[in-house]
Every structure is written in structure tokens, then in C-alpha cells.
């Protein structure tokens, strides 16, 4: 199994532009998520999907969009990219809520000028 | 709502010390606590987890917490530290949304000395 995918690994945007963060899993979890990580912060919840064609808000969605269509991908949009979305993005999943693990990508770096 | 604390920023500890890491949490009901690593560009790799039960979990690596109630705790500890344990180290606590969900705090970054 390749875990948790991630794509592209690095990407320089420039403000106002747009573009999609890919995010595949194959373990057939059920649980998808998406943070952002800023030095010193932690990880911030942006979005989450506890299953095909179902999505919620996590702690910081301003900026942000998902879908869910498939189990496997959970792809985070960015409509309109401003400086404060440079971040390293991660994708992660999860087969169940509660004690579930949750499994990492390897994030993508994404740098807004 | 809940909340995790990490106090310190920065440790550093020389090769084959004992090593702590402090986490406080704050949530109403039984947490599902969980400690994480992350290696330099890397994700984050799940150390251990707490539910229920015997409070001092064994996790990888050779790491282990105990969770204390009393003083909502969940401290990570190893009793010789090696150079290639240098990384972040994450606590988290789920419960919000229905369990769904989990908030981590903001990171320890361990520095390993020769």
C-alpha cells in the first residue's frame, strides 16, 4: 500500500491565482482530513469528510474548498490565493472516528507571492 | 472546547539521557489522547494512544506516556534518548465533532546533543 499520496510536493503561486492540492488514499478509510501547518502552530484543521459526498468545516475553512466523490481522494481547493495561505498543507486519513490512527501524507509546501 | 498544551518550545538532551515531554490537555469528557513524531519534511508518525484502561501506554521506538486524570497529563518519555529521535513531537486529543476530529498542540521540537 502507498498510504496517504500527496501532490505536487512544493508549488509557488502567485496572489489571486488558484489551483488544487491532490490527496489519495488507499486503504479504503472512510475518515479524510486537511491541515495546515504554520512554524511554532501546530496543525489547524482547514476541512474534513467522514465519507463519500460528505464534508465538514474544521477550524480555519476560510479560502478553502473540498469535495469528496470518491472514498479515495479528497482534493483541497484554493480559489483565490493570498499570502496567508502559505503553509504546508497535509492530507490525512483515518478508517473510523475515535481511536482511530490517523495516517499522514507528506505534505505539499505551498508558497503564496 | 477541547484544548492540548505543550509547554516547552525547544528540549534538547545529550545522547543516551532520560527524556520528557509535557503535554496538558482540556477536554469535559474522557479524552482519546495520542502522541505523534515528525521528522524533517516528513508527516506526522503515530507514537502511541491512550483510551481507557492501564494509564501508562507502551507506544514505538521505545517511547512511553503516562496519562494522569488528575492533573490532565499525558507526558511522553523515553529512558535513553539516540541521536535520530531529533525531531517534533506532537500531542493531540480527540473528542470534538462526535470523536471525529483531533486538535493537537503546537509542538516540542526535541534537539539531540552528542
Known amino acids: 500500500n502507498a498510504g496517504v499520496t500527496q501532490t505536487p510536493k512544493f508549488r509557488i503561486l502567485k496572489i489571486g491565482q488558484s489551483m488544487t492540492l491532490q490527496c489519495t488514499q488507499d486503504?479504503?478509510?472512510?475518515?479524510m482530513y486537511w491541515y495546515r501547518q504554520d512554524p511554532g502552530m501546530g496543525l489547524k484543521l482547514i476541512y474534513y469528510?467522514?465519507?463519500?459526498?460528505?464534508?465538514d468545516k474544521g477550524e480555519v475553512p476560510n479560502g478553502y474548498n473540498v469535495s469528496r466523490s470518491t472514498t479515495e481522494d479528497f482534493p483541497l481547493r484554493l480559489e483565490l490565493a493570498a499570502p496567508s495561505q502559505t503553509s504546508v498543507y497535509f492530507c490525512?486519513?483515518?478508517?473510523?472516528?475515535?481511536?482511530?490512527?490517523?495516517?499522514f501524507g507528506p505534505g505539499t509546501r505551498l508558497t503564496v507571492t | 472546547a477541547q484544548s492540548v498544551t505543550q509547554p516547552d518550545i525547544h528540549i534538547t538532551v545529550s545522547e543516551g539521557a532520560s527524556l520528557e515531554l509535557r503535554c496538558n490537555y482540556s477536554y469535559g469528557a474522557t479524552p482519546y489522547l495520542f502522541w505523534y513524531v515528525q521528522s524533517p519534511g516528513q508527516g506526522l508518525q503515530l507514537l502511541l494512544k491512550y483510551f481507557s484502561g492501564d494509564t501508562l501506554v507502551q507506544g514505538i521506538k521505545g517511547f512511553e506516556a503516562e496519562f494522569k486524570r488528575s492533573q490532565s497529563s499525558f507526558n511522553l518519555r523515553k529512558p535513553s534518548v539516540h541521536w535520530s529521535d531529533a525531531a517534533e513531537y506532537f500531542c493531540?486529543?480527540?473528542?470534538?465533532?462526535?470523536?471525529?476530529?483531533?486538535?493537537f498542540g503546537k509542538g516540542t521540537m526535541l534537539l539531540v546533543s552528542p
Open positions: 486503504m479504503n478509510h472512510n475518515y
Open positions: 493531540a486529543v480527540g473528542g470534538g465533532r462526535g470523536y471525529s476530529t483531533l486538535t
Open positions: 469528510s467522514v465519507g463519500a459526498g460528505i464534508t
Open positions: 490525512a486519513s483515518s478508517r473510523d472516528r475515535g481511536r482511530n490512527e490517523q495516517y
